[in-house]
T-cell receptor, first 112, second 115 residues
Framework: DGGITQSPKYLFRKEGQNVTLSCEQN?????MYWYRQDPGQGLRLIYY???????QKGDIAEGYSVSREKKESFPLTVTSAQKNPTAFYLC???????????FGSGTRLTVV | AQSVTQPDIHITVSEGASLELRCNYS??????LFWYVQSPGQGLQLLLK??????LVQGIKGFEAEFKRSQSSFNLRKPSVHWSDAAEYFC?????????????FGSGTQLTVLP
């Protein structure tokens, strides 16, 4: 079955550390997205990529970085510059906006 | 800029009762509209979508939504709620045409279902 796999499901980070969240899709979708979800704030776009080797900042890109070296993969790095990284992170992909987004099951990041 | 407002943060209904979740959007042209559902600790699942044509859209799990251009609304409805419908619901809007493939999400409505 095609889908999006996010790993790990839970991640703990110490202050000052960088961590990388994995997102892999086997849907042959061109576009991929990273969202951050905080209680009561809905989803906020961090980065998106419409094609391999290209990506754009979303609304809250500061303190995050991404890469898109393969169509299937869009990892997100939460750097030490992100002041409040504790959140639920969702990866999504789309073949085209007409079909809506397919979401992964998320990664919950906690700073300890 | 496009925006989405879900005026109800939390709604409680009894099992078997009807449900309507409100969504208002702001967009200068014809939008793409979506409803998603999220169970605790999970990703979002697409319930239904509207692009054009019939303004009453049928989705999965017995949900439907009606697009009203004059009111800039896309409310989600279900005639009889089941306990398994308890979840958080998100409305989203995207631009019609253009190159940007982004959706703007509302802040969500948490649905509680009483037995």
């Amino acid at each position: 079955d095609g889908g999006i796999t996010q790993s790990p499901k839970y991640l703990f980070r110490k202050e000052g550390q960088n961590v990388t969240l994995s997102c892999e899709q086997n849907l042959n979708h061109d576009a991929m997205y990273w969202y951050r979800q905080d209680p009561g704030q809905g989803l906020r776009l961090i980065y998106y990529s419409q094609i391999v080797n290209d990506f754009q900042k979303g609304d809250i890109a500061e303190g995050y970085s991404v890469s898109r070296e393969k169509k299937e993969s869009f990892p997100l790095t939460v750097t030490s510059a992100q002041k409040n990284p504790t959140a639920f992170y969702l990866c999504a992909s789309s073949r085209d906006r007409d079909f809506g987004y397919t979401f992964g099951s998320g990664t919950r990041l906690t700073v300890v | 800029a496009q925006s989405v407002t879900q005026p109800d943060i939390h709604i409680t209904v009894s099992e078997g009762a009807s449900l309507e979740l409100r969504c208002n959007y702001s967009y200068g042209a014809t939008p793409y509209l979506f409803w998603y559902v999220q169970s605790p600790g999970q990703g979002l699942q697409l319930l239904l979508k509207y692009f054009s044509g019939d303004t009453l859209v049928q989705g999965i799990k017995g949900f439907e939504a009606e697009f009203k251009r004059s009111q800039s609304s896309f409310n989600l409805r279900k005639p009889s709620v089941h306990w398994s419908d308890a979840a958080e619901y998100f409305c989203a809007v995207g631009p019609f045409g253009g190159s940007a493939r982004q959706l703007t999400f509302g802040s969500g409505t948490q649905l509680t279902v009483l037995p």
